[in-house]
C-alpha cells in the first residue's frame, strides 16, 4: 500500500493485479462526491462496470486504530466479523469520471487517476537490499561470462578463416597464372597474364570455385586459382618442350 496525497485527501493506493486500486469511501472522496452518488454509478451503470476491470469486492477487517486491514487482526475480543468493501480499479476511477457530473474536482481527480503509475515497493530491510545486490551482481556475472564465450568463439571462428585463407593460399592445388604457365613450360610471351586473370577469376565464379591470393614482391596482391581452372584458361596456349 502506498499513501499519496490529492487536495489534501491521502489516498491508500493498494496494488491489484498489474494496476492499483483505491476503496469506495477514497474515491468518494478523490472525486467530492458521497460515497453513495459512487455506488449508485456501480448499480446503475451494470452493463458499464464490470467486476474484476472495474471494481472488486474484498473483506477487510477492523485493525483497532480506526483503519482497515485485509487481514484479521487479534483484538483478543473474538473472531472478527469481516465487512465486505467495493474496491475500484485504476480503469474504473477513469471510467467513473467520465460518468459523473462534470466539476474541476472530478476532471482533476480523472486526470491524477489517468496519469498516476503505482511505484514498485522499495525493500523493507537490509536483508532484501543484500539479497537484491546479490541477485543483480549474479546476472551482472551471467552477462560477462556470456560476453567473454561469445569473444571466444569469434576468436575461434577467425582462426578457422584464418587457417582456411593460409590453406587456400598455399594449397598445390591453387596456383597464380604465372607459377601455372612456368610448371607447364608456357613462355611469358605467348600470353597475358592480366588478361588470363580475368578470365580465370569470371570462370571461378561460374563454377563455384573459391580462389586465394599471394603477395608477390613485384606485383603486390596476385590471385590464385585451382588448378582446374588454369588448365581450362590455358588449353589454346601452346606449350614449349
Known amino acids: 500500500m502506498q499513501i499519496v496525497k490529492f487536495n489534501n485527501v491521502e ?9 492499483w486500486a483505491l ?21 446503475k451503470g451494470a452493463t458499464e462496470y464490470v467486476e474484476g476491470v472495474h471494481f472488486y469486492y ?12 485485509d487481514t484479521p487482526v487479534d483484538l483478543s475480543g473474538g473472531a472478527q466479523t ?6 475500484w480499479t485504476k480503469k474504473g476511477v477513469v471510467t467513473l469520471g467520465f460518468k459523473l457530473r462534470e466539476t ?16 514498485p515497493n522499495k525493500p523493507s530491510s537490509a536483508t532484501d537490499l543484500f539479497y537484491q545486490s546479490a541477485l543483480a551482481l549474479k546476472e551482472q556475472e551471467q552477462r560477462i561470462a556470456q560476453i567473454e564465450q561469445e569473444r571466444r568463439d569469434d576468436h575461434k571462428e577467425l582462426a578457422k578463416v584464418k587457417h582456411n585463407i593460409n590453406r587456400l593460399m598455399t594449397n598445390e592445388q591453387y596456383m597464380t597464372i604465372i607459377a601455372y604457365a612456368n610448371l ?10 592480366s588478361a588470363l586473370g580475368r ?5 571461378s565464379n561460374e563454377l563455384g570455385l573459391p580462389m586465394g591470393a599471394v603477395i608477390d614482391p613485384r606485383y603486390g596482391r596476385v590471385g590464385t586459382y585451382a588448378i582446374e581452372v588454369l588448365e581450362l584458361i590455358f588449353k589454346d596456349i601452346k606449350r614449349v618442350g
Do not use: H
Not at 58 to 69: C, E, H, I, P, R
Open 11 to 19: 489516498l491508500e493506493v493498494l496494488e491489484y493485479e498489474k494496476t
Open 23 to 43: 476503496s469506495d469511501r477514497q474515491v468518494a472522496q478523490g472525486f467530492g462526491v458521497s460515497q453513495e452518488a459512487i455506488r449508485q454509478q456501480r448499480t
Open 199 to 203: 578470365k580465370a577469376k569470371k570462370l
Open 104 to 119: 474541476p474536482q472530478t476532471i482533476a481527480f480523472r486526470d491524477w487517476a489517468s496519469d498516476y503509475i503505482i511505484q
Open 82 to 87: 469481516p465487512q465486505k468493501m467495493t474496491f
Open 184 to 193: 607447364k613450360g608456357i613462355p611469358a610471351k605467348s600470353y597475358n597474364s
Open 58 to 69: 474484498k473483506n477487510m477487517y477492523n485493525d483497532g486504530k480506526g483503519g482497515l486491514s
